[in-house]
């Protein structure tokens, strides 16, 4: 009896020890990384939404999101339309690194009006050019991607081949009314369903709306609301309007599924665009919209919401661009950058958390080409924008031009000739007053400082006449007479 008592007692022993050392490991083991779901709109311009001050649009789940997270005031994509921005988020690099500058190509517009050959475009990114989805698969996510793609076409690869476990392409089809406008609540309950299956793993939702583009699209019974209210000042277009209240009422049925599967908490949510709105939406005070490097074609709305880690209701005035992403989402997930892949963004870790600033000076636009359809409060009548670089750097925005810069005298006629206008974006959001000529020391920094990331990057320039303009131009030198060699035009480049 007594042998029989020792023994169980022993066994109860062992039996709590092993379930101390369970608990213990247990204890031991890292917390589950956070799902990561990633919201992008298409056109969606900065003023279209209701947190920004739009008197007509009405956006209230987007305005929610930016009450339960942080909104980045100074928020950027990282072109001026659709396929560079998309090239740009999914690989983590300006587009001098990957050449995919314009949607279908960088020659748009009058071509007896283009001073310079373009310098050519690349329709995607290869299979070999590792994407946020790739790093992240490799990291044990799930990861699904639905929606637009825009990076196929000859020299880029589908997004199965990219990082992507699910993938669903649905184009918006029909005319201006539907029950599903531009699929977007197609493409939101299949992201849903992918959430639903995966719910016990870390999962990566890339939400890639076709919502807003043109040719707009909306419910009827939607059409019908805006229709019946009261024109705002700025913004009075019932079909945009109701779009954009479509597409905020898809983007609300994802934030309830993810509260429906206890998941919201664990979440880290991102909500941007890919450009600037169309010319159908004013952006003003911004000048300019989708296609341009004015502000309104590139400056959107960028909302991050994180439990536990971003403050509610928190705001960030330092720029960001959609290129961060990559690194940041490689924070949260405890992930590495693949080996050897160049990532020009920065986490936004120390921001997101209000601990610390980012390292980086400056950030950077490159397009060597030429988009047709003038601008609001444009430069010119006949192009969006002609062959631009841009740098900000803190408060300062400098835009220079390829045409003037490249052929009209360069540095030594840089107050005369128009090639590149500074802007002090806090004191002048509008980009009304140019301030090269009056502020030279500013203007010859920050266009040093661009010039030194041409280097950097091996930024092709489009350094060649125009065939058809040759004769016109013949008598322009089209070497750059700079003092400093840093403020030369490469010659070797295209």
């Not at 928020?75 to 001026?80: F, I, L, T």
């Not at 637009?148 to 476990?165: I, R, S, T, V, Y």
């Not at 000042?233 to 109701?242: G, I, K, M, T, V």
């Not at 092709?460 to 840093?486: C, S």
């Amino acid at each position: 009896m007594t042998s029989r008592i020792l023994c169980r007692i022993a066994t109860l022993s062992l039996t709590l020890l092993a379930a101390a050392l369970v608990t213990n490991l247990q204890a031991a083991d890292p917390p589950r990384p956070p799902n990561i779901v990633f919201i992008f709109a298409d056109d969606l311009g900065w003023k279209d939404v209701a947190y920004q001050g739009s008197d007509f649009m009405e956006t209230p789940n987007i305005d929610r999101l930016a009450q339960q997270g942080m909104v980045f005031t100074n928020g950027y994509a990282s072109a001026g339309n659709c396929q560079p921005s998309r090239a740009c988020l999914l690989s983590g690099t300006y587009t001098p690194r990957h050449h995919v500058y314009a949607v279908n190509s960088t020659e748009r517009g009058p071509k007896e009006l283009m001073r310079l050959t373009p310098v050519p475009n690349k329709s995607g990114l290869p299979p070999e050019n590792v994407t946020f989805a790739d790093a992240l698969q490799a990291a044990g996510y799930a990861t699904g991607m639905f929606g637009k793609w825009h990076l196929g076409g000859p020299d880029g690869a589908p997004p199965a081949e990219q990082g992507f476990d699910v993938v669903l392409e649905k184009n918006g089809q029909g005319g201006s009314i539907t029950d599903d406008p531009k699929a977007v609540f197609t493409l939101t309950s299949a992201a849903c369903e992918f959430m639903e299956k995966h719910r016990e793993r870390p999962f990566f939702v890339y939400l890639a709306h076709h919502a807003i583009h043109t040719g707009l699209q909306a419910r009827s019974e939607t059409l019908q609301k805006f229709k019946a209210k009261p024109p705002g000042e700025q913004h009075h277009n019932p079909l945009y309007a109701a779009c954009t209240y479509d597409l905020d009422d898809s983007i609300g049925r994802l934030l309830a599924k993810l509260d429906e599967l206890k998941l919201a908490d664990n979440t880290l949510v991102v909500f941007t665009s890919d450009n600037g709105g169309t010319n159908q939406s004013s952006q003003e005070p911004l000048r300019g919209n989708k296609g341009c490097y004015y502000e309104g074609g590139i400056r959107e709305p960028f909302i991050v919401r994180w439990p536990g880690v971003v403050k509610p209701g928190s705001k960030c005035d330092a720029p960001v661009i959609n290129i961060d992403l990559f690194p940041t989402f490689l924070a949260a997930a405890g992930a590495k950058p693949p080996p050897g892949k160049t990532l020009d963004g920065e986490s936004l870790f120390p921001l997101l958390t209000q601990q610390g600033e980012l390292h980086r000076k400056s950030i950077f636009w490159h397009f060597p080409g030429y988009l047709d359809r003038p601008v609001i409060r444009g430069r010119d009548a006949q192009f969006r924008t002609r062959p631009v670089s841009v740098i900000r750097q803190k408060d300062w925005k400098l835009h220079l031009y390829h045409e003037e810069w490249l052929l009209d005298g360069g540095r030594e006629k840089l107050d005369t000739n128009n090639a590149v206008e500074l802007y002090n974006l806090k004191d002048d959001i509008g980009e009304r007053n140019n301030l090269a000529a009056k502020n030279p020391e500013q203007r010859d920094a920050l266009l040093n400082d661009l010039l030194a990331w041409f280097e950097e990057t091996d930024a092709l320039l489009p350094t060649k006449r125009a065939p058809q303009n040759e004769k016109r131009e013949a008598a322009t030198d089209q070497r750059v007479k700079g003092k400093k060699k840093r403020l030369q035009a490469p010659s070797n480049r295209e």
